[in-house]
Antibody, heavy 118, light 108 residues
Framework: EVQLLESGGGLVQTGGSLRLSCAAS????????MSWVRQAPGKGLEWVSA????????DYADSVKGRFTISRDNSKNTVYLQMNSLRAEDTAVYYC???????????WGQGTPVTVSS | EIVLTQSPGTLSLSPGERATLSCRAS???????LAWYQQKPGQAPRLLIY???SRATGIPDRFSGSGYGTDFTLTISRLEPEDFAVYYC?????????FGPGTKVDFK
């Protein structure tokens, strides 16, 4: 059974940093790209970042480029999202998702909330 | 960047009725890269349809997807009480993933 378990969310001040983690199990981790998708309160889904199975390729939404860094540790079956220079508009639930080869998200974690406040 | 537009924003229906949800892309999207998700309050999204028309594992056959190019449709043939939720379309292209704004299906 595929499981994705996010952690690391919380309350942080504007301009601060936070690192999210997503522990994966139930599939061959290195075979699949992984992604982060967020959802601001009462809003829709927004893709944030993705990383290839090997970790050799990463992509970011324009809204977070230069501030967020995605990485993965394939020895620990874990993907990370380092978030720096946080803004109020980064407040959201952050979901970790497994990416199928044709670009859809077939499994999702339960989400971890991030609140950025002054 | 491809922009997805969903209509209507809200669809008010009764159980047993048919729901037709539209997703329109600003540029042509490969059908292979078009998916639909269902999200209920307080829950993570769930994959319903991938490749524009293939049902994900465990999804009832009352859910169907169709379309190509710039116009895609999600149809729920007969609404069950558990189907009242928000539905998102999503596409992948040029190393970018984009979601539509969602259609809420609620009780009439």
């Amino acid at each position: 059974e595929v499981q994705l378990l996010e952690s690391g969310g919380g309350l942080v001040q504007t301009g601060g940093s936070l690192r999210l983690s997503c522990a994966a199990s139930g599939f061959t981790f290195t075979t699949y790209a992984m992604s982060w998708v967020r959802q601001a309160p009462g809003k829709g889904l927004e893709w944030v970042s993705a990383i290839a199975g090997s970790g050799g390729s990463t992509d970011y939404a324009d809204s977070v480029k230069g501030r967020f860094t995605i990485s993965r540790d394939n020895s620990k079956n874990t993907v990370y999202l380092q978030m720096n220079s946080l803004r109020a508009e980064d407040t959201a639930v952050y979901y970790c998702a497994k990416v199928w080869s044709t670009g859809y998200f077939d499994y999702w974690g339960q989400g971890t909330p991030v609140t950025v406040s002054s | 960047e491809i922009v997805l537009t969903q209509s209507p924003g809200t669809l008010s229906l009764s159980p047993g009725e048919r729901a037709t949800l539209s997703c329109r892309a600003s540029q042509s999207v490969s059908s292979s890269y078009l998916a639909w998700y269902q999200q209920k309050p307080g829950q993570a999204p769930r994959l319903l349809i991938y490749g524009a028309s293939s049902r994900a594992t465990g999804i009832p056959d009352r859910f169907s997807g169709s379309g190509y190019g710039t116009d895609f449709t999600l149809t729920i043939s007969r609404l069950e009480p558990e189907d009242f939720a928000v539905y998102y379309c999503q596409q992948y292209g040029s190393s970018r993933f984009t979601f539509g704004p969602g259609t809420k299906v609620d009780f009439k």
